[in-house]
């Protein structure tokens, strides 16, 4: 069974690479375009990994991150920011909120496959352990 990847993304060009890289890669790909909408989603469908927008209208990906992590269920799920902010401070608040790590927007399609494979796997392989983050 594939592995289901649920994107919470507004901006239409960044999703539509997301999803196109991670299908390739042999994921299951759902999306969510605000937080809201990717909070109630991610409590439906449990993911194996969450690729989180931290720039979103309405509830940023920080509270975002924080509410998923209120779900039981969620608790061990990877939680990748996706951020744009160049500050070091930044990266830390995504840690603190929740987030298990982050990459840099633009996503980069040469490094993007291996920068996801530090969270999850595609079919037949394990999850990282995420115990250091
Ligand atoms: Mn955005």
Redesign the pocket.
């Known amino acids: 069974m594939k592995k289901t990847i649920l994107i919470i993304?507004?901006?239409e060009q960044?999703l539509y690479l997301a999803t196109f890289l991670l299908e390739r890669n042999g994921f299951e790909v759902e999306s969510a375009r605000d937080g809201t909408e990717g909070i109630a989603m991610a409590n439906q469908i449990k993911p194996d990994l969450i690729l989180l927008?931290?720039?979103?209208?309405e509830i940023d990906g920080y509270a975002v991150a924080r509410a998923l992590r209120q779900n039981p269920a969620l608790k061990e799920t990877p939680i990748v920011a996706?951020t744009s902010y160049a500050m070091p401070g930044d990266r830390e608040r995504t840690i603190e909120a929740g987030c298990t790590g982050y990459i840099e927007k633009p996503i980069n399609p040469d490094t993007f496959k291996a920068e996801i494979a530090k969270y999850i796997k595609p079919a037949g392989g394990t999850k990282n352990d995420n115990s250091d983050c």
Do not use: F, H, K
Not at 53 to 57: A, E, V
């Open positions: 993304e507004d901006n960044n927008d931290i720039q979103l209208p996706v």
